[in-house]
């Protein structure tokens, strides 16, 4: 049934779908790389202490573990193409409204209506995928989620400095009137508007019209993807997948023979908070930030930045190479271990930097390569392992009938803690230092390892309908 399936499948259709429905995680990335060179701006914009910056930042994320929660289940109500289309169109207005709020209010709750639009299109894009992608190709083809959250990233880092340098710095004005900072998020607006119309021109899944009953319309999406004798087979197997009984709910996520939360829940939440728990975000959310206190100058952390974006996007192809031929839970394994050693180094580093007359880090240029390297390392084992497995594995591991569900309380998770690793580094940073901080993040990749070891089962070419509750 795999074979005849990939020999059946419209690659062509199949890859103009996955480019489409990726590019919110494109959004997702663009935006975490614009707040990166915009803190200056905020700061000075709405007098934002420590704190108040890491609200302003982490606001974002708020919005984010709204819209996962509860873009699963609208998806299974209304679809999934219907959600990210108003995905879109919310992180369009939240991006302008951004670019021009003179409030801070008005930027925090444009900020996390931006956020509910990105926390809906990071569960379902996926999701949608593995529903459309034959087995034997789906972890390449979702692995292009994080290519994408990694090139939005690059976009904005790139567009980020030559901004800073256009205007002189990230704080002085340029065009309109408008500092540059403000054009950092305005032109988030651009890919915003090309994914809204992009979802007008791909199909909706057709576990979703199967579920909903619509199975002339399954039909013909399986057909355009597989050819018409492998539609028929796959369409009795998604339609076999669902409890007839009843629609989908959060009952679904209880254990009938234990009562407890399944055990494929437990899995989905151990990878889906330990990938924020590493601190990843710390350095894509605040790279000038943590390189200007390491010692950097801001046009230099801005440099580092767009390397380390590159570097992850390179890591991202090698996965792509791997993950369907060793595996997902290997993955995981040499990322987890990777991570814990760069990130150890990196406490190193700062642990032996000393500090300027005004208390602020400084890093000799030894150590300052030093901790670029271990950086950069780091950034490679995230992006051959947690980065993209974890979208693959969110996106295909749980059965039909309990997938909207289990995404939205995985989806929450995942978001939630990244909110909260963002919301905490600057106090961290400020209070405890860069090396505490750091260890906090190491300790925490080491133990991703044996959860890996205990928790997750591999999930490579099983078709979805095979999946195990």
């Known amino acids: 049934m795999m074979n005849q399936t990939a020999e059946r499948a419209n690659i062509g259709l199949i890859s103009a779908i996955v480019a489409v429905a990726t590019i919110g995680g494109l959004l997702f990335g663009y935006d975490s790389g614009a707040v990166n060179g915009t803190q200056p701006g905020l700061q000075a914009a709405f007098q934002l202490d420590e704190a108040g910056l890491g609200f302003t930042v982490g606001s974002l994320l708020i919005g984010c573990f709204i819209g996962a929660f509860f873009a699963g289940t609208l998806a299974d109500a209304i679809g999934r193409r219907n959600v990210m289309r108003l995905a879109a169109f919310i992180f369009l207005v939240g991006a302008l409204a951004q670019g021009f709020a003179h409030l801070h209010g008005v930027f925090v709750v444009a900020r996390i209506a931006g956020g509910i639009a990105v926390g809906a299109a990071s569960v379902l894009s996926p999701a949608y995928i593995s529903e459309v992608a034959p087995a034997n190709i789906r972890g390449r083809m979702t692995t292009v989620q994080q290519i994408m959250i990694i090139s939005g990233l690059t976009a904005a880092f790139v567009v980020n400095y030559y901004l800073a340098a256009a205007a002189g710095a990230s704080t002085n004005a340029f065009w309109a009137g408008l500092e540059a900072w403000r054009w950092m998020y305005l032109m988030q607006a651009i890919p915003a508007a090309v994914f809204l119309v992009a979802l007008f021109f791909i199909p909706e899944s057709p576990r979703y019209l199967v579920a909903k009953g619509r ?201 939630f803690a990244n909110y909260l690793i963002a919301q905490s580094f600057p106090v961290m940073a400020s209070k405890l230092g860069l090396a505490a901080s750091y260890t906090f993040y190491a300790v925490c990749a080491a133990v991703s390892f044996f959860l890996v070891l205990k928790f997750i089962k591999e999930t490579k070419g099983k078709e979805l309908e095979a999946m195990e509750g």
């Open 215 to 415: 199975i002339e319309e399954a039909t013909k999406v399986l057909t355009d993807l597989f050819g018409p004798q492998t539609a028929r087979t796959k369409l009795e197997e998604i339609r076999a997948s669902f409890t007839t009984d009843h629609r989908p709910s959060f009952r679904d996520l209880i254990d009938p023979r234990t009562g407890g939360i399944r055990p494929i829940l437990w899995a989905g939440l151990v990878i889906a908070v330990f990938q924020q728990l590493v601190g990843i975000n710390v350095i894509f959310y605040y790279g000038s930030t943590l390189w200007q206190l390491a010692g950097f100058t801001e046009a230099d952390s801005l440099l580092i930045n767009i390397v380390s974006g590159a570097v992850s996007i390179a890591a991202c192809f090698v996965t792509i190479g791997l993950v369907d031929r060793i595996g997902r839970k290997p993955l995981l394994l040499i990322g987890s271990a990777g991570m814990a050693v760069t990130l150890f180094v990196l406490v190193y580093a700062f642990g032996h930097g000393s500090l300027d007359a005004s208390g602020k880090l400084v890093l000799s240029p030894e150590l300052g390569k030093i901790a670029v390297v271990a950086a950069n390392l780091y950034v490679i084992f995230f992006n051959i392992s947690w980065g993209p497995v974890m979208w693959v594995m969110l996106g295909e591991m749980f059965p039909n009938q309990i997938r909207g569900s289990a995404l939205a309380v995985c989806g929450f998770a995942q978001w």
